[in-house]
């Protein structure tokens, strides 16, 4: 994408939720392939500023969620936090529009007073990175605080008042048995906390943990291990009337993340800051994933943009499959139709029911009414399955162009 003013940046509708990505850590996590750099040395006030820049210059009216992520974004101070969300009410303002306003936090950065600032700053919701309860765990992976400051962070953020407390975590770690998993699990769950997002631990792409596993100097679990993993998971969870709405998250009714179902819906979005992407009408782009870079545009009025893709339209109805089968109600092929910016759905102009109709003979997906969702056996095929519908992107037959939305 060139360059051109910021000053002529896409109009985004009202209600759009958004997302502030703020690339800053205590530390980099070894397991981590997010666009996230320590803060140490960084200019993280000219960072801001340029965030801020983007803010008012992108960010959509009235928006229906918040999400602040990254990167820690409890890293920052309160004064910085408090600037970042003046910006933000000034050009959206999210305190009468977002049903829903989350931060992401880790336990080394959040303390009382943090929790009430974010609180009278308009949070709703915070996600506190535990990722293990184990000392030698939280140092393989990297990261800089201790199990009993995960608790003390909960329990600040309780004690200030936060009503809507997710936890993050990571399971199948090299070494870890089922049984210390499961006791890792109970004790977070006397924290009482209305959401859980656990993940199968992955070994992505450039990070420290693919090199070692290319190494040999981490063995990762069995596929069998990582299967009585997850449904021991899931099924203990739903015990606790976490259930299961999407593959890793579990909420207690009404605390579901409505900003992430969003994403799972297929829906548009604005994201700003260094990396983040926007999803708006069919086009879809990416801000520039280098710090100096992304400053430079901003402060010269350049367009921080540093991709964008307009998917056809098969594309988009198997990202709308792929998305959609992640969330435990699954989807009708109708939804994934409009979803995908369709009109006129009919079961014989969809060939994404051909997929659908395969993997229900494989014993992978399932059918109740009109709805398709991932059955016992597909869930831990999850990944696989769905990318089945991925390949609708490359038929060579284009969308009939009456069906075009
Ligand atoms: S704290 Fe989160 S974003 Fe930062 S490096 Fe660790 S996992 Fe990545």
């Given at each position: 994408m060139t360059a051109s003013g910021a000053g002529r940046q896409f109009e985004a509708p009202p209600s759009t939720p958004l997302y502030v990505h703020?690339?800053?850590?205590a530390a980099k996590c070894h397991y981590c392939d997010f666009f996230s750099v320590p803060a140490e040395g960084q200019d993280v006030e000219g960072t801001l500023a340029a965030v801020e820049l983007e803010i008012r210059l992108r960010a959509p009216r009235a928006p229906r969620t918040l999400f602040l992520g990254g990167g820690t974004p409890s890293l920052l101070s309160i004064s910085q936090l408090r600037r970042l969300f003046d910006a933000l009410q000034q050009s959206t303002?999210?305190?009468?529009?977002?049903?829903e306003v989350t931060v992401e936090c880790n336990p080394e950065s959040l303390d009382e007073d943090k929790a009430r600032a974010l609180l009278d700053l308009g949070v709703t919701r915070l996600s506190i990175g535990f990722q293990s309860l184990r000392g030698e765990t939280l140092e393989l992976f990297g990261r800089v605080h201790g199990v009993d400051q995960s608790f003390r962070a909960f329990d600040a953020a309780r004690r200030a008042g936060i009503k809507s407390l997710n936890i993050d975590l990571i399971y199948?770690?090299?070494?870890?048995?089922l049984e210390q998993w499961q006791a890792d699990l109970r004790r977070v769950l006397a924290l009482e906390p209305e959401h859980i997002s656990a993940y199968n631990l992955t070994f992505e792409e450039d990070t420290l943990f693919r090199r070692w596993l290319q190494q040999g100097r981490l063995q990762p679990q069995s596929d069998d291990a990582e299967l009585e993993f997850f449904w021991w998971t899931r099924e203990h969870l739903a015990s606790t009337a976490r259930v299961a709405y999407e593959i890793s998250n579990f909420a207690l009714n009404g605390h579901q993340c409505a900003h992430n179902i969003n994403y799972w819906n297929n829906g548009t979005y604005v994201g700003v800051g260094p990396s983040a992407v926007s999803k708006l009408g069919f086009e879809r782009s990416g801000n520039i994933r280098h710090l100096g870079e992304y400053r430079r545009r901003m402060a010269q009025n350049e367009d921080p943009r540093d991709w964008d893709e307009r998917p056809s339209a098969w594309a988009r109805l198997g990202e709308s499959w792929w998305l959609g089968l992640?969330?435990?109600?699954g989807l009708s092929a109708l939804e994934a139709w409009t979803r995908a910016g369709l009109k006129d759905w009919r079961p014989e102009a969809d060939p994404a029911l051909e997929i659908a109709q395969r993997s229900s003979e494989q014993g992978w997906l399932g059918q109740v009414g009109e709805r398709w969702a991932l059955t016992r056996r597909g869930w831990p095929l999850a990944d696989a399955v769905a990318r089945e519908f991925l390949r609708?992107?490359?038929?060579?037959q284009p969308a009939p162009a009456e069906l075009l939305g």
């Open positions: 703020l690339p800053f850590c303002g999210f305190r009468d529009s977002a049903v199948a770690n090299p070494g870890q048995t992640r969330r435990t109600e609708l992107g490359q038929l060579n």
